[in-house]
């Protein structure tokens, strides 16, 4: 059998759908053969686990046209996919995998695409509403529409050696401890800027970590974020307080960064997903999404929103212009819960 499973389009997504990957794999074995259809800028994230026998790069708004629509479609054809699981909502993937000849066609019957689907799952409803629901149940209903037993909702990931190796470098580079006194502070935001946290807040923020809490502060980010990490280390104003800015910054090292942290601070974005995958501990703070669709019980979390009327509002950018959710959210605020994960783990290994 051929499955071909289009794969969630940003980080987080596609962490909190390794369970679901994870249960397919296990339902079918060796006799399936596991395609995702992943973005190409998500080629990393997987790379170490096992559930994949291929990895096929699909972006419709690419120049490429190796990566558009038609071509996916034709290598379906020619590799004649007897499932398609389709994890997005998109009308669109549903359009690729009917016209890429999929013989069953398993997804969320959303946005009108019910008729193109062969087995439709219905989205979890309360008194007739649809009910907003953690994303790694939301995806695991799709498991079990492909026949799957229940699955544990831990997320998984793994590094390869050639991630260790370079997170080893950085190490080198940074002159980071090694003795597991290390935080990574994730400033990213990809969603809008409804979810960022400001730069002062961060920095001060490393500031008391490294100062009072005698521990390293690395602050991660992606391609568009090295500024805002620069600025966070300036602001810091300590030695202890380094960013991933003018190191590496592909998904593998940063995988393998996070992997050997001892905890994260964050915004409600993808990196956050992938520390609670390595069962680091995370602090994240909330604005504009409700905090539900993240939540998982096997990740330990500490989830940080006010108590605002428009809280959750889930847009893109404050529509109010104060973005008080979080810039009202204190350091002070942040720094007490961390300090009391950095007692509690002291206390665990004192014991």
Known sequence: MKIGIFLPNWLGDLVMATPALRAIRRRYGSSARMIGIMRPHLAEVL??????????????????????????????????????????????????????????????????????LTRKVDSPQAGGLAKPCPMVDYFL???????????????????????????????????????GRVMTFNCSGAYGSAKLWPIEHFGDLARSVARDLDHDVLVLCGPKERGIARA?????????????????????????CIRRAKMMVSTDSGPRHVAAAFGKP??????????VFGENPTVLAVDLRLDLDCIGCQNRVCPLGHHKCMRDLTPDMVYREVARLVREDRAAHAA
Request: glycine fraction near 6%; hydrophobic fraction near 40%.
């Open 282 to 291: 995370v602090v994240t703070l909330y604005g504009s999404m409700p905090p």
């Open 141 to 179: 209903r799709l498991s079990e529409a492909m026949g799957c037993p229940p699955e544990s909702r831990r997320l998984e990931l793994a590094t390869t050696p050639e991630d260790e190796r370079s997170a080893d470098l950085v190490w080198e580079r940074l002159g980071l401890r090694s003795d």
């Open 47 to 116: 790379n170490g686990t096992s559930w994949l026998d291929e990895q096929w790069y699909f972006n419709p708004h690419s120049k490429d046209p190796e990566l558009r629509p038609w071509a996916l479609i034709r290598r379906m054809r020619q590799e004649r996919i007897d499932v398609a699981l389709l994890f997005p909502n998109s009308m669109r993937v549903a359009i690729v995998a009917q016209l890429g000849g999929a013989k069953e066609r398993v997804g969320y019957a959303r946005y009108g695409r019910g008729p193109l």
């Open 232 to 256: 966070i280390v300036a602001r810091a104003e300590h030695p202890r307080v380094f960013s991933m800015a003018d190191q590496p910054i592909d998904l593998g090292t940063a995988k393998a």
